[in-house]
Every structure is written in structure tokens, then in C-alpha cells.
């Protein structure tokens, strides 16, 4: 059984993914193979990183690809709004981010890991991944956040009939952040794809939430699929659970590790923390972030040269608003 890793990036998070690429190199805790999901075709510096790594691989299979957009393109099709929505609000694709949805792709029969951990480039892994993998010997997902306590991120709760669709009881406790997940090869073949589209063209597709598409649908596959989840912050013992996000400012920095009340996290997510505040960063503007240091030891880990020299300053990566009257003085522009 081929055990791996993968993640999505392009150009655009390149210095996220070598922070993470790094992190896993440190802490993960186990050989595993790495496949960096082509998010579009930007890539010259991925293709370059990529290929001074024996152990990461490039996924850019334009048939899967079409594979798993055709897909979500029906889905979406089936939703009352979404595309006319999407078009007004001027996006020229034929849905809203459609390269997030190569990611389905670890899922397709042609893709190299039969188990696999799918982690965002914007996430650093911070302990051993093995126990992600051990507890697939039960269950088909793994999901490890706290995502639960605001579902109106993953669905419509204005929808009449969400618990309908999914059992109030399901609905508690196996909603899960698309950012970090384990799953298996093949859970969605395609006469299952097929039934699903044919779920939410009967009303299902209301239930669906337009801001965070992808992590609508996979949350939606996965529960009308009825496929066994485990959230290891409900599974493990209390004492073993730590928080994920970079939300959580409390998490205690130990030779460039994060611990929550000393325990070790298994990885951090830098939700939030838009990819050109990591750019700017490692261009040398001087941007304060929660775990920035943390950030810039696995980023610059093998290469400690090229860590910046910040210019001017210590500023929030989060510019305060700007007072009241440049914001009326704007609206009626008379300010630039």
C-alpha cells in the first residue's frame, strides 16, 4: 500500500509550499512521498523546487484534471444561482475557482497514493503523520479541525432542508475544514459522482455554499456518500487534542515546533493569511503575522542566506481602516 502526501500550489504560493515541503521534511515523521497537485499552469518555480526533491513528484495530468472540473462544473450546474452569480460578479471561468478542484484528483483511480493526506500550502506540519494514517485502517476519512463550530463556512444553513440532507447528529460532528484531510483512492467512482449529481439537481445543491465551493462539495460528497469519518478532535482523548489554526494565538513556539498547553500540534494552518502577505514577506517587507518566525525557519530552512533583511518598521500584515473621514472623503471622491 503506497502512502503519500499531497498539496495544491502554483507560483502564487511557491514560498508557502517550500515552508511546508520543509516542515514535512522535518516532522512528519515518516519517508512519505509528496505530490504537489498542479493548482493551473503557473509553475516555473514549483517545476524548479520540485525537481531538487527526490521525494516530491508533480501531478499536472490534463486528462484527470478535465476529469474532476467536468465534474464539479455539474454540480454546479445543478445549484439555482451559483454560475449566474459568478458570472455577475465577473469570473471568466466556467466556475468559481476551478483549479481548487484539481485536488479531487488524489481521489481519481489514475492517481499515485492509495491513502493519502491532502494538506493546503498555507499549513505547516508540525508532529508525526503516521497516526493520520493508522486510524485509515478504519475509517475512510480522516479530518482533524474544528470546523464544526461554524458550518456556515462549509454549508447553506438558510436551506430548509439541510437535515434532510445530512442528520443533524452526522452534521455535528463530521463537518471538516478542506485544509487538512486523509482519505483513500477511489471512494468516488464515477457511477457515484453521477448519483451525486443527480442529488443535488433534486434540491440538494441549495444546501451548498458559494463562498468556499470546494469545501462545500467534498463536505457534501463525503456525508451524502455516508462514508465513516473520524475528527480526531472528537476521537482522540482530550489530553492529546491541540487547536490547528493560526486563529489561536496561545500555541508556545520550542525549537521552531508549536505546542497548545505542551502538546504537541500536528500541523498549523496559516488560515486567513492571504498569499501576498506571504510574498511581500519574503520580499523583505516587514509584515507581523502570528508564528511569523515559526514561518520563516521552515521556509528558509535549507537555504538561511536568502532569509530577507526586513526594511523599515514592524506593521500589522492586517492594515487598520482608515479613519472616518478619508473613508466618507473617498466615497465621495474627493480622496484618493
Not at 503519500?4 to 522535518?26: E, F
Not at 494514517?133 to 458550518?151: G, I, M, N
Not at 468556499?212 to 462539495?217: T, Y
Not at 514577506?281 to 521556509?299: D, I, K
Amino acid at each position: 500500500m503506497v502512502d503519500g502526501i499531497y498539496t495544491l500550489a502554483n507560483d502564487s504560493v511557491y514560498d508557502q509550499l517550500v515552508a511546508l515541503l520543509n516542515s514535512i521534511d522535518a516532522n512528519a515523521a515518516g519517508n512519505f512521498p509528496v505530490c504537489v497537485i498542479a493548482y493551473d499552469d503557473r509553475l516555473e518555480r514549483v517545476r524548479a523546487e520540485v525537481a531538487q526533491r527526490s521525494h516530491v513528484t508533480l501531478l499536472e495530468d490534463a486528462e484527470i484534471f478535465q476529469t474532476w472540473e467536468d465534474f464539479s462544473f455539474q454540480v454546479w450546474q445543478t445549484h439555482p444561482t451559483a454560475l449566474a452569480n459568478w458570472k455577475a460578479q465577473g469570473i471568466q471561468t466556467r466556475f468559481y475557482r476551478v483549479g481548487e478542484n484539481h485536488r479531487y484528483g488524489a481521489f481519481d483511480q489514475r492517481a499515485p497514493f492509495e491513502r493519502f493526506i491532502y494538506l493546503d500550502a498555507d499549513t505547516l506540519v508540525m508532529g508525526p503523520l503516521q497516526p493520520i494514517f493508522e486510524r485509515l485502517d478504519a475509517d475512510d476519512v480522516v479530518v482533524y479541525d474544528f470546523q464544526f463550530k461554524s458550518p456556515d463556512h462549509i454549508f447553506n444553513l438558510q436551506c430548509p432542508h439541510l437535515h434532510q440532507i445530512i442528520a443533524p447528529q452526522r452534521f455535528a460532528k463530521t463537518i471538516f475544514c478542506s485544509g487538512f484531510y486523509g482519505a483513500k483512492r477511489g471512494l468516488f467512482p464515477p457511477q457515484q459522482r453521477q448519483w451525486l449529481i443527480e442529488q443535488l439537481a433534486q434540491g440538494d445543491a441549495e444546501a451548498l455554499y458559494l463562498g468556499a465551493p470546494n469545501q462545500s462539495v467534498l463536505n457534501y460528497m463525503v456525508h451524502k456518500s455516508q462514508l465513516s469519518v473520524s475528527n480526531l478532535a472528537h476521537d482522540w482523548p482530550s489530553d492529546r487534542v491541540t487547536g490547528n489554526s493560526v486563529t489561536s494565538s496561545h500555541f508556545q513556539a520550542q525549537d521552531q515546533v508549536l505546542y497548545d498547553k505542551g502538546r504537541r500540534l500536528t500541523y498549523l494552518h496559516f488560515i486567513g493569511v492571504s498569499s501576498q502577505v506571504f510574498r511581500r514577506l519574503c520580499a523583505g517587507e516587514n509584515l507581523e503575522f502570528p508564528y511569523r518566525e515559526v514561518f520563516l525557519h521552515y521556509r528558509y530552512r535549507h537555504a538561511p542566506q536568502q532569509r530577507p533583511a526586513f526594511r523599515g518598521p514592524l506593521k500589522p500584515y492586517k492594515a487598520p481602516p482608515p479613519p472616518l473621514m478619508q473613508r466618507v472623503l473617498r466615497k465621495l471622491k474627493l480622496s484618493s
